[in-house]
């Protein structure tokens, strides 16, 4: 079993950078592939980035992803923040690196990000 945690969101303002951390709790979170998920109500979730055990990486738009297997946490990143990017922000964790939520077998439970204009 992996538990995820989400940390770094909050209110910031339109333009501004911002770091997402997803914290795991196994020791063997390594050879995990993790992904970057949001989702405002009504809408399903949105892929933003993954990235595998070997550090190889898919993205979307303006996120860019990164991990530290030594502190069992991957990152996310988002430059220009707009308010259309306000949502909820999920990290989930699985056997390879995906677009799909459904490849993926455990998730946090989400931390919430505001972007004011």
């Known amino acids: 079993q992996v538990q995820l945690v989400e940390s770094g969101g909050g209110l910031v303002q339109a333009g501004a950078s911002l770091r997402l951390s997803c914290l795991a709790s196994t020791g063997t979170f390594s050879v995990y592939a993790v992904g970057w998920f949001r989702q405002t109500p009504g809408r399903e979730r949105e892929f933003l980035a993954a990235?595998?055990?070997t550090g190889a990486q898919s993205v979307k738009g303006r996120a860019t992803i990164s991990r530290d297997n030594a502190k069992n946490t991957v990152y996310l990143h988002m430059n220009s923040l707009k308010p259309e990017d306000t949502a909820v922000y999920y990290c989930?964790?699985?056997?390879?690196?995906?677009?799909?939520?459904?490849?993926?077998?455990?998730w946090g439970q989400g931390t919430q990000v505001t972007v004011s204009s």
């Open positions: 990235i595998d055990w």
């Open positions: 989930a964790a699985g056997p390879q690196r995906s677009w799909y939520e459904d490849e993926y077998d455990y």
